[in-house]
């Protein structure tokens, strides 16, 4: 198999990454030459702004909080850049509620709280998986199977939860929208759950379910949705690529010897990353078949990251041309490009 990535300076962290799914976030921003990252410690969120010369990097760390309380023990599950048209926003969700900032993480914009029950009970509360739909939702997933749909506008704070989608009954894992940029795909959004059940949306004034795919008993632990077609990563190491819309199943890959814990997608170019519990980051080219116009998936690469548990691993880029990944308990975001 070619050479096709090789390994490039390490970024250090301030803290180390936490074993949750998909545990990196990254947000390029070209007019500046600058790429953001962050990966979640605990309560704190290590974001790290690099110049793509290699030669400038600022550190920040946002604590959880809870409404204006300064800093709150909580521990986050999940941040994430949402990209709208008109502004990004970088989400945070933990086990009290739901931050947005602006995208350097300086001003807080809006805090959300979980409605969390009276009396402590047997389920945890929190919130995770985070998507930015079409031009000014922002939908964020929550341990009881809703999922909030936020109306962002296009600048202040004014964002309102404009619609809650009650479909999944087990603690949403990850969610996705469209990355191809195609305006003809119908579906916008997929939710996951731990049970592995698919949820494919339609965004709108009102959200619309267009399918409900049933899990395995297995988590999906991270899902993309890429010209119409779900890409689904599951515990049991399996990557499924189903039509959004009629839930047929293209394809099924043996991809991991455990856990897969992020799948990341160069909308571009096609290329697919999964990264798991098992060490290894493996690279995947989707195509669309002229004749069948399925989705097929064939194997370009893999890299070992060495007794590492990889948590987080995304594209740096539209193209695929780098990739990074962090690993528990590793206070570095490892990257790589193409050779």
Known sequence: MAKMYHKEKSIQIKSSASALYNN????RIAP???????????????????SWDGLNYSHR???SKEGNVATSSSLIMQAAWCVLPSRDLLVLTSQKGIQMYESDGSIMVYWHALDTPETPTAQAVFARGIA??????????????????FDVPSKGSNITLSEVLEEHTEPITDMASECSGSMECIADLVSADDSGTLCVWKSGGDFQLLNKIPGFDTSCSSVKLWKGTVIAGYGTGQIRLYEGVTGILH??????A??????DIAP?????????????????????????????IEHLYNECVTDSQICGAKFCDGDGYAFAVTGYDLSEIIRYTQA
């Open 61 to 63: 760390q946002l604590q």
């Open 268 to 296: 571009f170019t096609g290329l697919l990353l999964s990264a798991a519990e098992d060490s290894l980051v493996r690279v995947w080219h989707l195509t669309i078949s002229p004749e069948t116009n399925n989705v097929e």
């Open 251 to 256: 394809a099924e890959v043996n991809a991991h």
């Open 258 to 263: 455990r856990w897969i814990y992020s799948l």
């Open 132 to 149: 930015a739909v079409r031009d000014k939702y922002i939908c964020v997933g929550v341990s009881s199977g809703s999922v909030l749909v």
């Open 24 to 27: 990196l976030s990254v947000l």
């Open 32 to 50: 500046r030459c600058l790429t953001y990252f962050t990966v979640v410690h605990a309560n704190v969120v290590n974001m790290v702004s690099a």
